[in-house]
């Protein structure tokens, strides 16, 4: 989960196999398959540290792209390229990319820095960009505590433009109408479960949870290396809604 703060405040960043099971997107994957179902292609923005696009399991998928936008004030200018070692994106984008179909696009968009930090304007701006390149679905797996008119006015813009945005609920085990953007309305809010379907002891809670995911020691594939790390937080929940959203949304554009 990522935080950050307002004036200009700053935002930090919120892991597969059993998140998938529990949410059969493999079998929802092999049925538009088998069934030579239509599917529109659809694009999910991720604000968030970036993406490994040197990542070879990227590359050869065809759908992880490089927005070009990079609000951080670290890393690659012109290029939502993670900064070294900094896998949050990254993870994120291996569930995305395990949990949907091939016209599902994922475009990175980088606003965290090195040390896990975002200003909510530059959030703020992302969205705003992202809105305009076309994004159907955005995914925010960060969040802070407290109030920002400036966030709220841009997601219910972007909202009311018909985009679909997920975000993690966050991992303070606190109720979740302290944190944004977990706490409006307009967005849809997930939580992390474990593996046997029990609520996550740090997961923030509340009548503004929407959904539950997968967020407990969950597998991921984003690092440079070909084996799989094992971490835990809302942030690794929230994709695994956005990648149903996404494939929803592929079948009925309309929805």
Known sequence: YVEWAEIDGTAESQSLSYGTDMLGTDEAKEYITSNNISTSEINIALIDSGINFKKKT???????????????????????????????????????????????????????????????????????????????????????????????????????????????????????????????????????????????????FGEEVDFVAAGYNVELWGNQTTECDYDSGTSFSAPYITAVAAMTLSVNPQL
Do not use: C, M, W
């Open 58 to 204: 990227f590359i050869d998928s065809g759908r992880v792209i490089d927005s070009g936008v990079n609000l951080s004030g670290t890393g690659t200018e012109n290029s939502a390229q993670q900064d070294a070692g900094k896998y949050h994106g990254s993870n994120i984008t291996s569930i995305l990319l395990d949990n949907t179909t091939d016209n599902v696009n994922i475009i990175g968009y980088k606003v965290t820095n090195s040390s896990g930090k975002a200003s909510i304007s530059s959030v703020a701006t992302a969205i705003e960009i992202a809105v305009d390149n076309g994004a159907d679905v955005i995914n925010l797996s960060l969040g802070a505590y407290g109030t920002s008119e400036l966030l709220k006015e841009t997601i219910e813009k972007a909202t009311d433009s018909g985009v679909i945005i997920v975000v993690a609920a966050g991992n303070e085990a606190d109720d979740v109408e302290n944190y944004i953007p977990a706490s409006y309305e307009e967005v849809f809010t997930v939580g992390a479960i474990d593996n046997r379907g029990n609520y996550a002891y740090f997961s923030n």
